[in-house]
């Protein structure tokens, strides 16, 4: 199904008729083999320990998307591009069904050659630039992706120790005329050590640096009010999954969800229709659930204002790649 199809299917259904659980955005975790091990991130998208499905699996799960909700297909990891066939899977997804793009640490954007054919393989690059990757002098070099006609969305972690530096990062982003997504670090269960951020503390900077540099920062102001929870959401939804590199399926989220289906051996639409998720969606209207990043970023959508300053300012990046 078209990806602008699906979108406009997306936005009457849970806009307009208010379906609470109707996922547009997919975080398609394909390995869990990574070059980094950072702090903030759970232990096993880079242990190796989630594995890595083949080729034909992941291809697979790929169809078993096409005529669901999921309108943004976002290649993760681990670190995605350590996967051989990156590009082919890229190339596989990219066929008008979704918004591709790919999540990575950079690992591989210093080759040519991979980042002439990237280009034709996905809508938008997201690129985690932090001190966690150990890469933070690459945005004194962002600019260089214009021209390879890579739209660059920079994906920050932020903690209580590097909130400081937020500013400089924006202002280095919008200089290309890029976006930046910001996203607060998490305290897994198992974490030693927190790095989450203050809420009230994030929140005053993050509103003050959108009030300045505005489009650039992609975050909504729906999900930084929410940090202190001033967003009025009078429902909880969930607009977003999370899928493993064998094709499970924790919902309704990877931290307090269940494994439901496997994606590889059946469609989005028919897991989404059994028992079990029926009832993981009663607990979460119970109120159970706790929220990461990707669910209050979209749970701000039930905000119809936030919904159509978030779509003008995506599709001004669209169709004219800048911010």
Request: hydrophobic share 35%.
């Amino acid at each position: 199904m078209n990806r602008d199809i699906k979108a406009i299917r997306w936005f009457i259904k849970t806009q307009i008729l208010g379906d609470p659980f109707n996922p547009i955005y997919a975080t398609f975790k394909v390995t869990s083999r990574c070059n980094l091990h950072c702090t903030f991130c759970n232990p096993s998208y880079y242990s190796g320990e989630l594995g890595e499905g083949s080729t034909e699996t992941i291809k697979r799960i790929i169809d078993n998307l096409r005529d669901s909700s999921i309108t943004v297909l976002s290649f993760e990891g681990g670190e995605p591009t350590l996967r051989p066939d990156i590009l082919t899977l890229l190339e596989y997804a990219h066929d008008g069904s979704f918004y591709v793009m790919l999540t990575t640490n950079g690992y591989r954007l210093n080759d040519e050659g991979f980042l002439t054919k990237l280009a034709d393989r996905i809508d938008f690059l997201h690129y985690s630039i932090d001190e966690y990757h150990w890469n933070v002098k690459k945005l004194d070099e962002l600019c260089k992706f214009r021209k390879y006609g890579l739209k660059v969305n920079v994906q920050t972690v932020v903690t209580r120790y590097n909130l400081n530096k937020l500013e400089e990062k924006v202002k280095k982003v919008r200089e290309c005329g890029y976006k930046i997504v910001i996203l607060p670090a998490v305290d897994y269960p198992e974490s030693k050590v927190k790095l989450a951020p203050d809420p009230y503390e994030l929140y005053k900077v993050m509103a003050d640096l959108k009030r300045k540099y505005g489009a650039t920062i992609n975050n909504t102001w729906g999900f930084i009010n929410a940090l202190i929870g001033k967003t009025k959401i009078n429902k909880v939804v969930s607009y977003s999954i999370t899928i493993y590199p064998n094709g499970d399926l924790p919902y309704p989220d990877d931290i307090n969800g269940e494994i439901v289906g496997n994606l590889s051996k059946e469609k989005l639409t028919d897991i989404l229709k059994s028992e079990k998720v029926k009832q993981l969606q009663a607990k979460m209207l119970e109120g159970g659930a706790k929220y990461e990043y990707l669910h209050l970023q979209t749970a701000s959508f039930n905000s119809l204002s936030d919904t159509f300053e978030y779509v003008r300012e995506m599709l001004k990046w669209r169709f004219f790649g800048r911010a």
